[in-house]
């Protein structure tokens, strides 16, 4: 069973096909530790507070095996769901009996919990039978439906169990019956039933499915859900012109990657138009250096472009999660680099910060500068975002590479071996590199059955021009922010060699974005950084960095290890400021002296004592402007 997370092969309008998860073992420093804390501590930890929480037990009540109550939130079904497509995509990585058992038993739950008529969904049940499908905006029915969809595809590909996937198509069923065309013209209000009903015609082939999910993409946008922003429903997303203010940020980037599906299967431009108009407007003036999404608390929504407050950024673990999602599959549909530039940038940075190295703590809100109290929590009453950084992590491996018919795809940077299958016979790739924290790869390829193909290198957007050699010999040069193509008759054993320039360097932001002014974020590879007091004397708010100072160190007894990077920073002695918000310009003289810093990666934050941290640390003011 391929453990294919978006099941493009079969897709008519794609670029890129999928390797599956089991294909791809990784060996390296950053990514296979974290699969193993996933199964070791994330999943088991999780299952725990949904039995605590009385997530379970709903379906159990609902069964009629248990009495009492609904417990919990409308939607907390679906942090069951997410917690069984991450388990199982995990599962696919490496076969964990203690993982297995426990997704059988509450996958278990969950099918006695389904009506004769197919519906399920453990809130209404009894009592509030009756309620079902009758508040559409709010009540989040079709949301939850969806991760089911997907949690019982993800059990069906990696560990070959139908049970859930029978659960799931009658629930489909039951919804086209109810919903389908020439129906009730009814749309849910939290995007998410649209991605979810593409992988299931992917899997079953059942053609309504498909025809349901673009029929969901085109009613939003006609006021059937009272015609807000924050529901996307102002108008059709064929029509729209930018991520509108006040926009949901989960809602928004699930809907793309819904609509991103059904263009993949239908080829239908004007929907990849209107993604393309809305991708620019995200990364051009509504995205964070860290790939997050969502600046205000108020309706965890996007802003205004170049709205961006640091302190105040909401920037939900889910809408980083989401932003990854969705570009992996504008990355699929195009092969563009771009795409996978973004989709980096989200999971290295702003998704990853979600949960705590130790596996078992979570944000919801990830700011870019803190004075010292935000920490990770073990768990939340809308628990949304655990699970959801769970499954970006199980799907780590099936994201590196991808497939042409004649070519191979690598699409992140991690030390592994893979197997890729390709016309007429398949590729051993060796990947040897210690990315992040060096930007030296070597792929070695051993054909077996095919002669010519093509290897894609994808040359980061944050890099220099690179220089590409096959078997120690010059190549030719990657620009960054393509993939470089490699096109040849490989022998068993040739090896291809880059050097992507991972900095350090300092990055500024648009002027308008003016939280940021006279400010700089630090960046290594693709990570972005943070200073946080941890490691710093003098408080981190304070400090003023020196351009052209940078230098990286690698720290394997910090934080799981890492690279650091050190520099040169003016400590402002803010103590005249005492007893004084404002003063006449000039009058206030503050002391300064020279000071080294350490910045950590912004993904470790919060891992020891609490303090300030800070992403976009003031410049020496003679240097503004200039590179590091
Ligand atoms: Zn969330």
Redesign the pocket.
Known sequence: MPGIVIDTSGSPYTRLKPVPIENVKLQDEFWASRLDTLLNVTLPTQYKLLEETGRIDNFRRAAGKAKGSFRGLYFNDSDVYKWVEAASFALAYRRDPRVEELTDRVVAEIAAAQDEDGYLNTYFTFERKRERWSNLRDMHEMYCAGHLFQAAVARRRTLGKRDLLAAAVRFADHIYEVFGPGRREGVDGHPEVEMALVELYRETGKREYLELARLMIDRRGRGLIGGSPYHLDHKPLREMEEVPPGAHA?RALYLFCGAADVYMETGDRSLMEALERLWRDLVEGKMYVTGGVGSRYEGEAVGEAYELPNERAYA???AAVANAMWNWRMLLATGEARFADVMELALYNGALAGISLSGDLYF?VNPLADRGRHRRQRWFECA??PP?IARLIAYVPGMVYARGRSSVYVNLYAASRAAVELDGGRVQLVQRTRYPWDGLVEIEVRPEGVEEFSLLLRAPGWSKPARIEVNGEGFGTAQPGTYFEVRRKWKEGDVVRARFDVGPALVEAHPHVTCNTGRAAIRYGPLVYCLEQADNEHNVWDLAVVPGTLRAEWRSDLLGGVVTVKGKALALDTSAWAGKLYAPLGEVQMQAREVEFTAIPYYAWANRELGPMIVWVRLAEQKVGQSA
């Open positions: 989960v939900e673990t889910c919801y949304c975002c959801n």
